[in-house]
């Protein structure tokens, strides 16, 4: 497989996997949200940061492509 391929795949999983998990959590938090609202500020952490965990992931991806690519 060329290095292209490789890197466009690399990207793309990435991206999927980082839209899966960024829907994942919004669900569930905003579920949580609405079973109990008062928790709002002890949730409000904790999401944001898997949130931008999750994002973390979408970078490695574009970071590995171009690497790939060189």
């Keep these: 497989m060329a290095l292209g391929n490789l890197a466009a795949l690399a990207i ?3 991206a999927l996997g980082s839209g899966i998990a960024l829907a994942l959590i919004g669900k569930a938090w905003l579920e949580g949200l609405a079973r109990n609202p008062e928790a709002s500020k002890e949730m409000f952490v904790p ?15 574009f970071v590995i492509a171009f690497q790939l690519l060189g």
Aim: glycine content about 6%.
């Design 12 to 14: 793309w999983l990435a």
């Design 47 to 61: 999401a944001i940061l898997a949130l931008a965990f999750s994002e973390a992931v979408a970078i490695y991806g």
